[in-house]
Every structure is written in structure tokens, then in C-alpha cells.
């Protein structure tokens, strides 16, 4: 794998093919090490590794967020690759602070496995004490953006599953992420712009009684209040043009 990795750094006409294969075949030595109770003990590197490959592999950026996951990936296989090495690593000890959990639920995520990589965030959400009793621990995420990132792709993975089945339960899911997002977060910083058009995105995709109306309304203010939204810093105006095309299309009778 190492040699496949280098070569493709050489660049040229099967510069892609070898970053491929190099991912496969870190997945595999991982895997067979950790099946055989011998987890390689660079096996969290070849795992950040893996999955950089993968990610350029298919023209994301390092810090694409759920949200942002193409429609189409070029070389999805990659991805699925990444997230066999980070399991893999996981059987073994990792540094202090290496997730495997959020590497999984980026790596799922990205290769379009929502329900994995919301129950992956989901526990990242759960050991790191996030949430108690239901409301949010904001202790948990002092001096820890990594924890804050997997809560808000929680949300975020709740909230693309919940537009695939509305009636299930990953919109009340999303809205509660946002909810607590919306209010602890400090004002016009990215997770509390993201927040708060993703509580609007669930309103209008969750069809209960008076939902529709208060999306209208809430979308309404946040255009008369901040009419340069986030000045582009935070990637929110493209979010909340599709929302308005979304609000368009429902007041016209689509779906």
C-alpha cells in the first residue's frame, strides 16, 4: 500500500487507480490484523490516511460537512475503503482524542451511508456526554470543535434521512440537534447560522400542522434581519437559496 501511495504521488495518467488501490490495500492489511488480534499500531495514520485518499479521490474537501456530500462520487469504493481502515484501527489502542467514531461517521457519511454514520455520530454524541437528560452539555464541547462537528453531522444526517422518510423519526431528531445548536452556539458563528436554517429546512420538510407556515415566517425574519446573511463566511446563502426555491415549490403543490 505505502508503495502504491507514493507512486500515485508521482502524478500522471494512473496517479487515480493508484491512490485506489493504495486505500484497498490499507483496508485489507488493517482488517487482517486486526482479525488476527494484531492491530498494527500506526493503524489510526493509515487510517487518516486512507481516508485524505479518498477524499480526493472524489473532489471533496477535507472539511466537507454532510451537507455538502456530492450527488455523485466518482469513486465511492474509496470511501467505503476509508471506513473499513478507521474500523479496523479502532480494534486496536488509538492516541488520545482520535475519534474513530466521527472518522466513521464522515467516512459513511460522505459515501452516502446516512443511517451508519448517524449511528456513528450518534455515539460520538453519547460518550463524549453531549446531551444529558435530553438537554444539551455545552461543558462537552468547551475547547473540543470535533465534538460540536459531530453533533451538528448528527443533525445533519437525521435531517437528510428525515427528508427520504418524513414520516420516520430523524425530523423531530434534526430539529432537537438544531434546537439545541440554535441556542447554545454564539450568535452569527457558523454551527449557529447552520443551525438556524436547518431548523427552517426541517419546518418545511416535516408537514405538521402549522410547520409549513412558521418556516414562511421564520425564513421571512432571518432575510429582514440579516439581508447579507453571513456575509459569506459560513457557506449559508446557498443553503437558504435552495431553501426558498423548496418553500416555492411546496406553496405550488410539489413534494
Do not use: M
Not at 455523485?72 to 480494534?91: E, M, Q, S, T
Not at 405538521?208 to 418556516?215: K, Q, V, Y
Not at 429582514?224 to 463566511?233: I, N, V
Amino acid at each position: 500500500a505505502p508503495a502504491c501511495d507514493a507512486a500515485a504521488e508521482t502524478g500522471g495518467d494512473g496517479a487515480e487507480a493508484l491512490r485506489a488501490a493504495a486505500g484497498a490495500a490499507y483496508a485489507d492489511s488493517v482488517e487482517a490484523a486486526a482479525a488476527a488480534n494484531q492491530p498494527a499500531p500506526d493503524a489510526p495514520a493509515i487510517a487518516d490516511r486512507a481516508f485524505q485518499l479518498a477524499l480526493a479521490l472524489n473532489g471533496i474537501p477535507d472539511d466537507a460537512s454532510l451537507d455538502d456530500a456530492p450527488a455523485a462520487r466518482p469513486r465511492p469504493a474509496a470511501l467505503r475503503d476509508a471506513a473499513r481502515v478507521i474500523r479496523g484501527a479502532a480494534a486496536g489502542p488509538v492516541p488520545a482524542g482520535w475519534s474513530a467514531d466521527f472518522r466513521l461517521g464522515r467516512a459513511l457519511g460522505l459515501a452516502g451511508d446516512l443511517a451508519g454514520a448517524r449511528d456513528a455520530f450518534g455515539r460520538v454524541v453519547e460518550d463524549e456526554g453531549v446531551l444529558r437528560d435530553g438537554r444539551f452539555n455545552a461543558a462537552a464541547i468547551a475547547g473540543r470543535a470535533w465534538v460540536l462537528a459531530a453533533y451538528e453531522e448528527l443533525g445533519f444526517a437525521h435531517l437528510r434521512l428525515g427528508v427520504a422518510t418524513p414520516r420516520g423519526p430523524d425530523l423531530d431528531a434534526a430539529y432537537r440537534v438544531f434546537s439545541h445548536l440554535a441556542v447554545e452556539c454564539a450568535r452569527e458563528t457558523g454551527p449557529w447560522w447552520r443551525a438556524k436554517v436547518g431548523l427552517l429546512r426541517v419546518l418545511v420538510e416535516r408537514g405538521r400542522p402549522g410547520d409549513f407556515e412558521l418556516a414562511e415566517l421564520g425564513l421571512n425574519d432571518l432575510l429582514s434581519a440579516w439581508p447579507d446573511l453571513d456575509e459569506g463566511k459560513f457557506g449559508v446563502k446557498p443553503k437558504v437559496e435552495a431553501l426558498k426555491e423548496r418553500v416555492k415549490a411546496k406553496k405550488g403543490g410539489g413534494r
